[in-house]
């Protein structure tokens, strides 16, 4: 050894404790791989319906979207959240 030892310093442990860490993690990863149930499919009998989403009317002018108190969205670069049966777009304002 070149004298330093692992017990008076930590440092010393973080490069095993990284690895053992990645190893851990690579074999959990590939233990549960093919474990996760199949994505959900439509029940029998369900009604499906398709949704066509318009950005532009006839002429080309970009309409506008209202949230349910009639108040214009602005939201960029955003995502969509469902809770329970409502459905919240969020995202940066830019206003």
Known sequence: ???ISSIGNPAARWPRLLVTTSLLSAIALLASYG??????QAAQGRATAD???V???AV???ISRFDVDRNSLDAHDGSV????NLYYL?????A
């Open 1 to 3: 050894m070149d004298g």
């Open 35 to 40: 474990l996760a149930p199949p994505p959900a």
């Open 51 to 53: 949704t066509t989403i």
């Open 55 to 57: 950005n532009a009317d």
């Open 60 to 62: 080309g002018h970009q």
């Open 81 to 84: 959240l469902k809770v329970g």
């Open 90 to 94: 969020y995202g940066t304002s830019y």
